[in-house]
């Protein structure tokens, strides 16, 4: 007798669709026979530059002591953070990524009788973390595909228990400025836990943004998530932080998993932290691909969402399937993004400077459109 296992699972999960990352050079690679190194991946906003010296060095350090279980307070990579950054070690939570924190504060507060607020145009995971957990998705509508921080704070009643705000946001790379932030946080309900997730700060070239870990005593309902996968390199070894209040921090080391954070990540991590300078040279080839990419959309007659990000979501005006499938033949892998109900829209992630240009110029052949410039 055949089995149905998926009726078998608890009903949330049963609501779930598995998490589809941007496609692997390799999945390329066997699909169309193209050898790997013609391929381009600008889908999934990693960072264009070869890793780190430094932190290679870490890892090759740290290699040695693999047969022993990584630490599990992550004492040295805390220490690092709250020096840098001017926060309370007690107050920082770390993750296997960001991610790996949107997925702990669901599980510490979050149930079925309760609900969680975030923006139409999300993150996908702040849906799915909630959705697991039994809780209610209360998704607000966009406003010009960012965060409505307005609508969002009428979204709140006595159910809610999360709100989820991305900034920059992702997958549109829209913004929000200190004003509205500062205005949205007086006004939350201080058993509200507002989550600021700021995986893509370090590309945000515009102070009037606010930094969420400037915050952290003023709203003691907030907790700032950052990435150490983007600007810092570190997407293949998954290394993220949260920082708070303490008693927050303490409730989320109640559900992390135990040593969520490998050695090598730890490790590189701390070396990572260390080097300003490769995240100033990452910075600027950001501004430079962004600037490069935006300026050959224009003059392919595109429109594209501002970003202050290291991606650019491009609109197409009608379905962008045809255009994701043709660029996937000419080995250029970007971001469809109908799963986030923007169909008419492909995400870019910056690329190095050669990169980007062979992106146009495989797009000016897709869409016919003549000679890029």
Not at 1 to 19: F, K
Request: charge should be negative.
């Amino acid at each position: 007798m055949s089995i149905d296992y998926l009726s078998l699972a608890v009903s949330e999960v049963q609501q779930l669709a598995p998490y589809v990352p941007g496609k692997a050079i390799e999945e390329l690679e066997r699909e169309t026979g193209l050898p790997a190194d013609e391929i381009i991946k600008l889908a999934s906003n990693e960072s264009p530059l070869r890793a780190n010296p430094h932190v290679i060095s870490a890892i090759q350090s740290a290699a040695a002591q693999i047969t022993r279980y990584p630490d599990g307070n992550g004492f040295l990579l805390k220490r690092k953070l709250a020096e840098k950054f001017g926060l309370d070690p007690e107050g920082i939570t770390l993750g296997n990524g960001s991610n790996d924190l949107l997925i702990m504060v669901a599980q510490a507060f979050l149930r079925s009788g309760r609900n969680a607020v975030m923006s139409q145009y999300a993150f996908s995971v702040y849906a799915s973390a909630t959705t697991a957990v039994g809780a209610t998705v209360c998704e607000v509508p966009a406003k010009e595909y960012g965060n409505d921080l307005d609508g969002m704070l009428s979204a709140i009643d006595e159910q809610t228990r999360v709100v989820f705000i991305a900034n920059p946001n992702n997958p549109t790379g829209t913004w929000f400025d200190r004003d509205r932030f500062e205005s949205f946080m007086d006004k939350v309900p201080r058993e509200t836990i507002v989550v600021l997730d700021e995986a893509y700060i370090e590309y945000a070239d515009d102070p009037s943004l606010p930094n969420g870990l400037h915050y952290l005593r003023r709203y003691p309902n907030l907790i700032v998530c950052r990435s150490l996968c983007k600007a810092y390199g570190l997407a293949g070894l998954r290394a993220g932080y949260s920082a708070s209040s303490p008693q927050l921090a303490d409730i989320l080391n109640r559900v992390r998993q135990p040593f969520n954070v490998n050695s090598l990540a730890l490790a590189a991590a701390c070396a990572a932290l260390d080097d300003e300078a490769y995240l100033d040279v990452g910075r600027q080839i950001n501004r430079e691909g962004l600037h490069q990419l935006q300026d050959g959309l224009s003059r392919l007659g595109l429109s594209w969402i501002p970003s202050r990000t290291n991606f650019v979501t491009v609109d197409f005006d009608g379905p962008a399937g045809p255009v994701y499938e043709a660029l996937l033949a000419k080995g250029i892998i970007v971001r469809p993004l109908a799963g986030y109900d923007m169909p008419n829209h492909l995400r870019i992630s910056v690329g190095l400077g050669p990169e980007n240009r062979r992106f146009l110029e495989a797009l000016t052949q897709v869409l016919g459109r003549g000679e890029h410039a």
